[in-house]
């Protein structure tokens, strides 16, 4: 089975120093901050910035490690660590989206979830047969390095 993803959406960093991070991709590479969004005391995020070098909203998802970190369930605590996050990939359709959701399950390859074009909107992989085809055109789904491919 082959779904050829349309691009790559944008990639997801986290770090314990932001903003040098931040100063990085501003200075070295040219990039533009798009948001930055504060986190919950109680995340293990202090914040979140959204920086780009085109016109999509974003290409870079940097995030803001705490020193201290409250404590994550065990299926969240890789993600609360410095280095990669995650990977979008931008689908042709919401169907391609499905398809390689359900490939991913029947190989037990970890899918950390998925968004659609609603950027609040988070729903987890199980979820995915409730969406219909219609529900969106665009669609984003996120690899988790837990998968470790």
Avoid: K
């Avoid at 998802?61 to 280095?83: D, I, T, Y």
């Avoid at 609603?118 to 529900?135: E, F, G, K, N, V």
Wanted: proline share 6%; net charge negative.
């Amino acid at each position: 089975m082959t779904v050829r993803p349309r691009r790559i959406g944008h990639i997801g960093l986290v770090s314990t120093d932001l903003e040098r991070l931040v100063a990085w991709y501003e200075d070295v590479l040219g990039f533009q901050v798009s948001d930055r969004m504060p986190y919950p005391e109680d995340h293990a995020y202090y914040e979140g910035v959204w920086m780009r070098c085109n016109t999509d909203h974003h290409v870079v998802s940097l995030f803001g490690l705490r020193a201290a970190q409250p404590p994550a369930p065990p299926e969240l605590r890789e993600l609360a660590a410095p280095g990669f996050h995650h990977v979008a990939f931008e689908m042709e359709s919401f169907a391609d989206l499905r398809r390689i959701a359900r490939y991913a399950r029947d190989h037990d390859i970890p899918i950390a979830g998925m968004r659609t074009d609603d950027r609040d909107q988070q729903r987890l992989l199980d979820d995915l047969r409730a969406l219909s085809d219609t529900r969106s055109d665009f669609a984003t789904a996120c690899a988790s390095r837990r998968s470790g491919r």
